[in-house]
């Protein structure tokens, strides 16, 4: 499901009819595509694996291709074996000689005399080996979340088994995605784009060779012979490959220089993908990249239905298509836009942080009155004019989401400054690590009057122990003994965060006001069968 | 410098062009030239820009480092402006085609303008 503002440049690109064609590498056929007229050329050396056609349906895919694409003539091809490409003997797999040289075939088909080569993760290697082989035919190198010693950098032997095991047994469920792009897990849109993904890329017999045979992968050897200029890009806290591995590199290229950047996500067209190409363009063209200038300050908010597990699915199916009705009709009449849906993720923006709140917490009631239960997260930020906000800020309001609890309103900061006078009403929620900001970000929740006060809260049954979980007769217990939130985290050993949750939980479930209550409620009902 | 015995004109601009020669081509820019692309991926509003010899010098060298052909066709010549077409090909068949329009001062290229389009 789409939303209904896509732009018309993001629909032309899903459905843009990118040729394919093939180049023969000794007997075996190589697929690749060749996108923009840039006046030089540019080779895209993927990754473990890939999919030529299936690149242009991932949005972080299509936006990263259109960016190198605008200035370069970008050439893109399938490794042997993967993607489009023919499929080799698994028993028999080319060395890492044979797929360099496929790039070279690739050119020669293309009328590439000379290129920029891009190589990502596994691809570097191969794009390294390239540039000491070839120097008269690389133009400059640019390697991001790159690695000369697979075992060293990427992981030990051990959990090479490990992970070999899991792409055999589950090969084709997106399983492997925690290993690559763990911030992407919740994403239930990419993730079911990154099982497709696998299985359009690799068997998984394929995927298992494919994986040992990276992990012959040395080339420590020829890096002092690489002459190219030398751009190295590398996420600090990448989960793939460590960070060293491109310290090692720019330490040993003679005319390197390394760039890291904040994000833990691996893949090159996942997180801050702008940032990536900003920094390779900038390499290239000696320019710094021109910013897209239509861009607008808006307050972002994301709608999640929360806990989808405990409805049937024809209910769970009725009740959330008629949350998505609620959704368009409150967002209108609260003067956004529904800009974005992916799944059970709901994205819409406003002109002005107090709108998106008093729209949440209309949608927090909506979704009670409905059946569901809503987590959503509020942030503003600069994000593209057009189509879905697909930039820093869009990813940081739906991690906010993510992390939001039951009913919650999460916000940052920023949203309660410039809503101040508003008449809306905040509560301190710590400070919590965002992927690919710099600092840990100032988090407050959104409390209407109509959350501490309600007006009609439906009458609760008589309050009964028995309707806590076994956790939350712990946390009664813990409160009844005067302890703080910060006491029974640590007690418990959970966050701080899930304690307030708990706490909020328990007080609506025995319909009372205060700890104070929960302290007395417990008191009574301390006994030989109590809590 | 091959600037002062080389008149740009039509038949220069060819002979360079179709014989892939890039020194040929940078020679025949001033050194604050302009160049100009406007293409479906640097629009009329944003179209990318090459300013200066040096750089037009690379933006040369890259385009004639690519095994393809180049043929151009008809060149129109009228006092300070020059005007060419160019259709190329590639090896496995994708072929580009371009319009430039060119703005000479002092018999060298000042300003040039090109837009393009290729098959993709």
Known sequence: MVGDQKSSGQADNLVRPIETRYALSGDVRIAYQVVGQGSFDLV?????????DLHWEDEGYTRLLRRLSAFSRLILF???GTGLSDRVDVHHLPSLDTRMDDVRAVMDAAGSGRAALLGASEGAPMAMLFAATYPERTRALALYGGYAHFHKWVMPPDRLEAFIATAETAWGTGATLANFAPGRVDDTHFSTWWARFERLSASPTAAAALARMNADIDVRGVLAAISAPTLLIHRRNDVRVDPDASRFLARKIPNAR????????????TGDVDRVADLIEEFLTGERAVGEAERVLAALLVTRIYDTARLGDRMWSERSEHFHETWRTLVGRHGGRCTDVHGEMMISRFDGPGRALRCAAALRDAAQQIGVASAQGAHVGE????GPPAGLTGRVTIQLAARAGRGEILASRLVADLAVGSGL???????????????PMALVLAMS?????????PKAKAAEPACLTARESEVVSLIADGKSNAAIAAELRLSGHTVKRHVANILLKLDLPSRAAAAAFSARQTGPDGP | MLTKTQKVDGAAIKKAIEGRDGKMLSSFYADDALVRVIDRNNPPSKPREIRGRAAITTFWDDICSRAMTHKVDATIADGDSL?????????????VFAAAMLELK????????????WDE
Not at chain 1, 44 to 52: A, K, Q, R, Y
Not at chain 1, 258 to 269: A, C, F, K, Y
């Open chain 2, 106 to 117: 002092n018999g060298q290229i000042a300003r040039q303008t090109v837009v393009q389009a």
């Open chain 1, 78 to 80: 399938d490794k042997r």
């Open chain 1, 383 to 386: 994000i593209e004019l057009r």
């Open chain 1, 425 to 439: 009403h905040f509560a301190d929620a710590g400070r919590v690590s965002i992927d690919e900001l710099e600092e």
């Open chain 1, 44 to 52: 895209f050396v993927p990754g473990f694996i890939s999919n030529l």
């Open chain 2, 83 to 95: 005007a060419f077409t160019q259709a190329c090909a590639y090896p496995d068949g994708t072929k």
């Open chain 1, 449 to 457: 009057e109509q959350h501490l006060e309600p007006a009609c809260r």
């Open chain 1, 258 to 269: 390394l760039v890291e950047t904040p994000g833990r996500d691996h893949p090159i067209w």
